[in-house]
């Protein structure tokens, strides 16, 4: 079974300018996370799907940043326009959520944005 | 708002030692989850705790969650230079809807 799908693993901009970061998740996971990684730092939640639905989007910096997830399955990160401090790895996780268990995360390999 | 606290930041042990990483939590935990990430990877997931005093094991790894429901820690016998890399504990609140807050993580060192 694939596990959960991010591209692109590396992207370099340059400030103002738009960025987009892409996230499949495992099959059949209703919901979808995306964090930022800061170096040396933990995960940071900045968005949450319960599967087309943002449930939790309180941290997402909605001036800059916007996140999408139309038909409940894979979703876009788009950041317009970057600042230097964006850059950051951008984590995806997915999970079959069910409130009564919360269950495990499954994490994508990330995209590591460098922001110049 | 809830806050995860871990310590220490880094530990250095020799192949063979035992390794300690806390966590803490600002407010009372519904449950919390261990995750370890290799340098250059991303979190993988190790276990989740629920209940208070609740201790599992795996292997050479012990994990406890404190009477209080505040703080957890894991716990490495003998550690191996395959432990490397960082463990995060990501507590999650009561009565919040279900979203982890992530300590910011142990760095383990093993030298051979």
């Known amino acids: 079974e694939a596990g959960v799908v991010q591209s692109p693993r590396y992207k370099i901009i340059e400030k103002k300018q738009p960025v987009a970061f892409w996230c499949n998740p495992i099959s059949g996971h209703n919901t979808l996370y995306w964090y930022r990684q800061n170096l040396g730092q933990g995960p940071e939640l900045l968005i949450r799907y319960e599967n087309e639905e943002a449930v939790d989007d309180s941290q997402l910096p909605k001036d800059r940043f916007s996140a999408e997830r139309l038909k409940g399955v894979d979703s876009t990160l788009k950041i317009q326009p970057a600042e230097l401090g964006d850059s950051a790895v951008y984590l995806c996780?997915?999970?079959?959520?069910?409130?009564?268990?919360?269950?495990?995360?499954?994490f994508g390999p990330g995209t590591r944005l460098t922001v110049l | 708002g809830q806050q995860v606290m871990q310590i220490p930041q880094y530990q250095h042990v020799q192949e063979g030692e035992d390794f300690t990483t806390y966590c803490n939590s600002s407010t009372t935990l519904s449950n919390i989850q261990w995750y370890k990430q290799r340098p250059g990877g991303h979190p993988v997931f190790l276990i989740q705790l629920v209940k208070s005093g609740e201790v599992k094991k795996q292997k050479r790894l012990t994990f406890q969650f404190g009477e209080a429901k505040k703080n957890s820690s894991l716990h490495i016998t003998a550690t191996q230079t395959t432990d490397v890399g960082t463990y995060f504990c990501?507590?999650?609140?009561?009565?919040?809807?279900?979203?982890?807050?992530f300590g910011q993580g142990t760095t383990l060192q093993v030298k051979p």
């Open positions: 990501a507590g999650r609140g009561s009565g919040n809807t279900g979203k982890l807050i």
């Open positions: 996780a997915s999970s079959s959520f069910d409130r009564s268990a919360y269950n495990e995360q499954f």
